[in-house]
């Protein structure tokens, strides 16, 4: 009977001393997870006009808006970042169409800018395809996969990124942009977009798991360093799926990180969002406490003026209703970016009212 309550007694001893543990767990968990919501307040007293340095600004614009634009009279940006679909690109198996990507270097070069190219293998909305249309089919396993918001509404489609084949064919496109820009005297370089994919699961695709995605991404990095050896190359990586940082670190975003900084490839990623919990448990974390020969480079993206994000609303659905105008704090999110993250590269999307009439007047 001694036996039995001394038994007990253990066990309750040992349950308490879990219970404290855990406690103790979560809450340095939580705290950790609050470790940089106020750095931003470090850099709160920046003042317009945005002081000189090194920091290569570039506009992130659509090339229909290109011609003419008031960006190209300002002295203090670099060129523009442009993004070119994969599907407007090849359109059909290795045939592929440069002509956009040439005229918009040729034009860039006439005003003595540089073009900065976003290689995009993912949309935003579930009307625009990710892959060419020979890829939409068996021999590719369909070769994309239809993303999904946080809602479970359809939000786009990406790139099989994990499938082998599709990879293969992703760096054919790389050897072959390389092959006609890489080296030109207007062309900067290049990036793959963000990590990020809403909706990918094993049970929607049984081929898909978050190892074979990090590999894949891994891979394209890899594929786009062997082929651009001249001109700047960067992976936008800001989330990865498997893991939510810090409470659960698979060490999937971080190896992306180590593996770009390892091969030679610029790293960062949207969003810069110097008070929002999840970018700076992520991207921006890592950005500032790694240490790194490769550039790092942050995108100003749709709605960060204001503090928001593009996944804050559905796909086609205005950040600011009715053209409504919000105070935004540009100097803060330069500062934030040349001090915290140690950037070399930001760009800048060209977001009205804010790019012309708040961000050039203090670009001087």
Not at 61 to 84: C, E, P
Request: with cysteine; net charge positive; charged share 20%.
């Amino acid at each position: 009977m001694r036996h039995r309550n001394t038994l007990k007694v253990g066990i309750c001893v040992m349950m308490a001393v879990l219970a404290v543990e855990t406690s103790q767990s979560s809450e340095k968990t939580a705290l950790n997870s609050n470790r940089y919501m106020e750095a931003y307040k470090q850099y709160s007293d920046a003042q317009a006009p945005l002081p000189k340095d090194k920091i290569k600004h570039f506009v992130f614009i659509s090339r229909y808006q290109l011609k003419n634009h008031v960006f190209l009279k300002n002295s203090r940006i670099a060129g523009a970042q442009i993004l070119y679909p994969w599907t407007q690109l090849e359109t059909d198996r290795s045939q592929y169409n440069f002509k956009n990507i040439r005229d918009d270097l040729h034009y860039l070069l006439s005003k003595g800018k540089k073009l900065f190219i976003q290689l995009q293998d993912t949309t935003f909305h579930p009307k625009w395809k990710a892959v060419p249309d020979y890829m939409q089919t068996p021999e590719f396993d369909g070769g994309q996969f239809a993303k999904q918001n946080h809602k479970g509404l359809p939000s786009g489609w990406i790139a099989k990124r994990w499938n082998p084949i599709v990879q293969k064919r992703f760096a054919l496109l790389l050897q072959a942009l390389a092959e006609e820009f890489d080296g030109h005297p207007s062309f900067e370089g290049i990036n793959l977009p963000e990590t990020a994919a809403e909706g990918l699961d094993s049970q929607r695709d049984p081929t898909f798991t978050p190892e074979v995605y990090a590999k894949g991404i891994k891979a394209n990095m890899l594929a786009m360093k062997k082929a651009f050896r001249k001109s700047v190359t960067m992976q936008y990586a800001n989330f990865m799926p498997g893991e939510w940082l810090p409470w659960e670190d698979k060490g999937y975003l971080r190896a992306i990180y180590q593996h770009g900084e390892k091969i030679g490839v610029g790293l960062g990623g949207p969003d810069l969002m110097p008070k929002r919990k999840a970018q700076l448990n992520h991207a921006l974390a890592l950005m500032h406490e790694g240490s790194f020969t490769v550039p790092l480079g942050v995108a100003v993206q749709r709605g960060n003026y204001i503090g928001m994000t593009g996944a804050d609303v559905d796909p086609g659905e205005s950040i600011t209703k009715d053209g409504e105008s919000k105070d935004t704090n540009i100097p803060l999110l330069h500062a934030f970016a040349k001090h915290f993250l140690n950037v070399q590269y930001i760009f800048w999307q060209n977001e009205e009212p804010y790019f012309s009439n708040v961000f050039l007047t203090i670009l001087q």
